[in-house]
């Protein structure tokens, strides 16, 4: 079975300074996606950014890019420039391709703060 | 704007009642999904659906039930509350082949008291 974890349950940053948040799984898949999802406090959960397991190419939104190490079995979140807004739980998840099937596995998240 | 709305937001009731969680969305998404969301915000999936007609349980069990009668609507019911009930549940919903993710409803707290 596949399993995701988060081995941070809590870290805090600096307002404007960068932060990487942790996450490794354990699959026997070659094709698959991963995700990075933000719950701020008592707010709705949205994706951050998502990797195709088949391409090489880190992916990057805005502040957000990711480290996706294949091999090891990585994908870690940084931010960059972190804001008050940035405050919340980050979920790393991973979904196989089973041709039909598939269901996001979670981690148990990280919770961030993000102190003025 | 396409997207998926639980209702209600919060809700407290008493031991023994029943209730029903609702879920909707307008992204004609085939598949559903609800989560139990821990104090500890770990995420269990309780429910999930394929499709009309279609209901599987998930990974932790639960003594709610789901149906999907209609795509867009996958309500959640428990016949009798009961204060280990008292949790977070999140409903989500994606395209057959979910490879952008799932898109989330902004949950419902639910205590029983």
């Known amino acids: 079975a596949q399993t995701v974890t988060q081995s941070q349950p809590e870290m805090s940053v600096q307002e404007a300074e960068t932060v990487t948040l942790s996450c490794t799984y354990d699959t026997s898949e070659s094709n698959y996606y991963l995700f990075w999802y933000k719950q701020p406090p008592s707010r709705q959960m949205i994706l951050v950014i998502r990797?195709?397991?088949?391409?090489?190419q880190n992916a990057t939104e805005n502040r957000f890019s990711v480290n996706f190490q294949k091999a090891a079995k990585s994908f870690s979140l940084k931010i960059s420039d972190s804001q008050l807004g940035d405050t919340a739980m980050y979920f790393c998840?991973?979904?196989?391709?089973?041709?039909?099937?598939?269901?996001?596995?979670f981690g148990k998240g990280t919770k961030l703060t993000v102190n003025p | 704007e396409a997207d998926i709305y639980q209702t209600p937001r919060y809700l407290v009731i008493g031991t023994g009642k029943k209730i029903t969680l609702e879920c909707s969305q307008t992204?004609?998404?085939?598949?559903m999904y609800w989560y139990q969301q821990d104090p500890g915000m770990e995420l269990h999936l309780i429910h999930y659906s394929y499709g009309v007609n279609s209901t599987e349980k998930g990974d932790l069990s639960s003594e709610s039930t789901v149906s999907r009668i209609r795509t867009e609507h996958f309500p959640l019911t428990l016949e009798s509350a009961r204060p280990s009930h008292t949790s977070q549940y999140l409903c989500a919903s994606s395209e057959l082949f979910p490879n952008y993710g799932y898109t989330f409803g902004s949950g419902t707290r639910l205590t029983v008291v």
């Open positions: 990797q195709e397991a088949y391409k090489q």
């Open positions: 992204m004609g998404h085939d598949k």
């Open positions: 998840a991973f979904m196989p391709h089973q041709g039909g099937s598939e269901k996001l596995v």
